[in-house]
């Protein structure tokens, strides 16, 4: 059963998660006034995230129940979703949680779970396309609501997505306060966020960065969303 006055939140976390995609939620779901906040790795095995160590986690396996169910992305997503302990925890959470939800491409983590078929998501929009092989509809948006669904696009959109969850959570009032007590109100000293904004030069420099990793993650991606429909298919002869 769901508390709605303290609701519980699990950010199941894995070995190359970017760590702002989590730790800019968890920052701000833990000025939520009786929110539960539970990170979490499998084995409680502690995690590195852009050369900081993550540790004293709680063991993913272990919970049985959270009301949001916040998966990060990073790196590491692809590997995290062909780590069969790791999947079965998100599957089993999210089957119980009132929202599940992913920052990045912890989105890419859902549809390989088979949470995002014929579903709108957000992902980075490096990746974003890489949705539609788990049947997903890829979202340009920076914080994406399908049901009670809802996916943050790259990085630092988990900032506002964790400002719109609080809102489900808590109401208008909660969340603004826990954005004035932070003091957030971002004034960027470039319009260089997204790619339709940045400067040519600027955004072809980065599309050349991802272009290097597209391959190795494209067929990983590939990977988990043939075993998606075969786990489905299977399902759907029983």
């Known amino acids: ?25 968890h920052q701000f779901f833990s000025r939520l006034p009786g929110a539960k906040v539970i990170v979490a ?35 590491g997503c692809t590997a995290a979703m062909e780590d069969k302990l790791y999947m079965s925890a998100i599957r089993g959470l999210a089957a119980g949680a009132c929202y599940i939800a992913s920052v990045c491409t912890g989105s890419l983590i859902l549809g390989a779970a088979g949470l995002l078929e014929g579903k709108r998501a957000a992902c980075h929009w490096a990746w974003r396309d890489l949705l539609i092989l788990f049947g997903a509809i890829p979202d340009p948006g920076r914080v994406v609501r399908d049901g009670n669904i809802i996916t943050g696009g790259g990085v630092t959109a988990g900032i506002d997505f964790a400002l719109v969850v609080m809102t ?17 109100e971002p004034a960027p000293p470039f319009h260089a966020g997204r790619p339709e904004l940045a400067p040519p030069r600027v955004r072809d420099l980065v599309t050349a960065r991802t272009a290097s990793a597209l391959p190795t993650r494209r067929a990983a991606v590939a990977r988990a969303a043939e075993a998606w429909r075969r786990s489905a298919a299977a399902l759907a002869t029983v």
Request: charged share 15%; proline share 6%; with cysteine.
């Open 168 to 184: 489900e959570l808590a109401g208008e009032e909660a969340a603004q306060a826990v954005q004035l007590m932070l003091e957030y």
């Open 1 to 25: 059963m769901s508390d709605a006055a303290n609701p519980t939140i699990v950010i199941p976390i894995y070995e190359g998660v970017t760590h702002l995609d989590f730790t800019g939620p």
């Open 41 to 75: 790795s499998v084995g409680a095995r502690p995690v590195t995230a852009d050369g900081l160590t993550f540790a004293n986690l709680v063991d993913l396996g272990a919970i049985d129940h959270c009301d949001v169910l916040c998966v990060p992305g990073g790196n």
